[in-house]
């Protein structure tokens, strides 16, 4: 994609620097002047943790779709991650996947996925970021408020506080379009209340699901017939998973996920067991001996959280609010950084539609409630199993009779993983959101589950008798 024509001349800012607030800096410089990002963190000059993204400890999944659009906006990064050392995964082959249905078969799928840690992917996109001459960072910056217009009707710039290589400062920062990507921890509805606008509702579930993770070197006389594992929890009945992939100089990333509250899975001991006591103990087995590179890390996310932007009757122009800042998930689905993406590539797309007309009139709404319709199937998925665990919190309704059908026939799809591979295929091409969810409802799929259905129904009948 190549930088464009200028929207207006104008300035537009993006407030936080994780990867939605990167790949808006990115969209943003092909219709504007300049674009500047702030971020209270500072960007490292090799890949490597900040405190900026806690989560960068624990395993991170970026899905197909998403590969697609990061390679689109910056070309030639995936060969860029590779050479940072991050291990190709055919998804059929090279992946031990157990469901609460048992270990999928495995197959030479050609469905390839890339594992590394996430500071590479963070530190590449801004490397790139940088390259460009009317993008700029603010960095030790935070901002305050939203700065309103005379009238009251747009969004002209925002308060900001920094405290960097120049000093401590108070400043106003004018602007043509602000564009909150600044997480889940977002005051954006604060600072809409601040200038006589409604804040957005909010839904909130939670499984209250807690991660740990550790690296490790992999022995050199590790010798399986597999790279990574993937453990799934089956709620109610069991509320842990477990995951390890290979990562970059020869480590693997280990982690445990649960629901169990308090510190638990911080101690040496503690964490094994946790491993050990897994459904099937293959990850214990292969870290039990192997050198531990750093110290346990844990991380407790907020859950699900979903802002209705696209439901307020007033909102300022020239400012929306993406990622993040408007759906979070809980992480285990793998689903965040892939929806913000998408978010982006929609917002580019109101901006192309809206640019003949030479303002920024109507992009707010506009954006916000396509915005809401690409969160709306992943939000879905997220909360319906999120709703299994029986700590569940913010469930405020009953499943209706197609969502409990729909539940039970997806749990007929899982089964089949073990025993067809095409249905696992496909199931891999929904998940990474290269296909939508009706692609599960093909009739060869349906025929499958029929199928299956009448072989327990018989095996169940002949074994009463």
């Not at 197909?64 to 050392?85: K, N, S, V, Y």
């Not at 747009?154 to 401590?168: L, P």
């Not at 998973?241 to 982690?255: A, D, F, I, Q, S």
């Not at 569940?392 to 993983?417: D, R």
Request: hydrophobic letters at 40%.
């Amino acid at each position: 994609m190549e930088t464009g024509e200028s929207f207006n001349n104008g300035h537009a800012v993006v407030i936080g620097g994780s990867i939605a607030g990167l790949l808006a800096g990115r969209v943003l410089i092909n219709h504007f002047d300049k674009v500047s990002i702030i971020e209270r963190d500072y960007f490292p000059e090799t890949p490597a943790e900040r405190k900026g993204i806690p989560q960068s400890t624990q395993l991170h999944i970026l899905l197909t779709r998403g590969q697609q659009i990061l390679e689109d906006l910056f070309p030639g990064l995936r060969d860029e991650i590779i050479a940072q050392g991050a291990v190709v995964l055919d998804m059929g082959r090279d992946v031990e996947w157990l469901s609460p249905f048992g270990w999928a078969k495995r197959f030479d799928s050609g469905f390839e996925a890339l594992s590394f840690t996430r500071p590479i992917l963070d530190w590449l996109i801004h490397h790139r970021l940088q390259a460009f001459a009317n993008l700029h960072f603010i960095e030790g910056g935070y901002v305050t408020g939203l700065i309103n217009s005379a009238d009251g009707t747009r969004v002209k710039g925002v308060k900001i506080k920094t405290n960097n290589q120049v000093g401590k400062q108070e400043v106003d920062l004018d602007a043509d379009l602000v564009v909150d990507a600044s997480g889940y921890g977002s005051y954006a509805g604060k600072w809409l209340n601040a200038i006589g606008y409604m804040a957005p509702e909010e839904t909130f579930i939670t499984a209250q699901i807690g991660y740990a993770s550790r690296l490790y070197e992999i022995p050199s006389d590790f010798d399986a017939d597999w790279k990574g594992v993937y453990m799934q929890a089956a709620p109610p009945e069991r509320t842990s998973m477990g995951v390890l992939y290979p990562v970059e100089k020869n480590r693997w990333v280990v982690g445990v996920c649960d629901t169990t509250p308090g510190n638990r899975l911080i101690d040496e001991s503690e964490f094994l067991e946790n491993l050990r006591t897994l459904p099937s103990p293959i990850i214990y087995e292969a870290v039990k001996t192997a050198k531990p590179l750093t110290p346990i890390r844990r991380f407790q996310p907020p859950g699900n959280t979903l802002r209705h932007y696209e439901a307020l009757k007033q909102l300022p122009e020239c400012f929306v609010a993406l990622g993040d800042s408007v759906c979070s998930f809980t992480p285990i689905y793998g689903q965040g950084m892939t929806v913000a993406a998408l978010g982006v590539l929609q917002l580019e797309e109101c901006l192309i539609e809206i640019k003949a007309s030479g303002t920024l009139n109507g992009l707010t709404a506009k954006f916000q409630k396509r915005l809401a319709k690409i969160n709306a199937s992943p939000w879905i998925a997220a909360t319906s199993q999120d709703a299994k665990y029986p700590s569940v919190k913010g469930i405020t309704k009953q499943p209706t009779g197609a969502e409990k059908f729909i539940g039970w026939y997806m749990n007929q799809v899982m089964k089949l993983t073990t025993k067809n591979t095409q249905t696992t295929l496909t199931l891999f091409e929904v998940f990474h959101m290269l296909k939508s969810a009706g692609a599960l409802f093909r009739p060869q799929i349906i025929l499958q589950v029929l199928k299956q259905v009448l072989t327990e129904r018989s095996d169940k009948i002949s074994n009463q008798s």
